[in-house]
């Protein structure tokens, strides 16, 4: 079962759910999302007559994650860009998700380099 909060600044509006699903109260639809270019999943929410991109993963973390250091960026903890649930997030500093990323594909480089000189 899902926990459903409004999105702050579309109270009444939209509301995301802890597992990454925007629902349009209005219309009474979830909305489907799209991928970005850097293949992070977002919608479109509509405020006064003006569109508003938004970041699945950061409307999650506003919404189900605290942050009291105040952190700016959202990790996800295991790199895919399109697990959206709340306990796959974390709020991060810029530099700490650079690491991150960096030594996660490093072991994934040396994994595949290990498989390629396999023996069999």
Known sequence: MCNWIDIKYFEGRYQISDAGQVKSLIRNIILKPQSSYHKYLRVMLYLDGKRYWRY??????FAFKENPDNLPE???????????????????????????????????????????????
């Open 56 to 61: 699945i993963h950061r409307l999650v973390a």
């Open 74 to 120: 959202v990790d996800h903890k295991d790199y895919i860009k399109h697990n959206n649930f709340a306990y796959n997030l974390k709020w991060t500093t810029r530099k700490e998700n650079m690491q991150e990323m960096h030594e996660h594909y490093r072991k994934k480089k040396e994994n595949t380099e290990e498989l390629e000189a396999a023996p069999f």
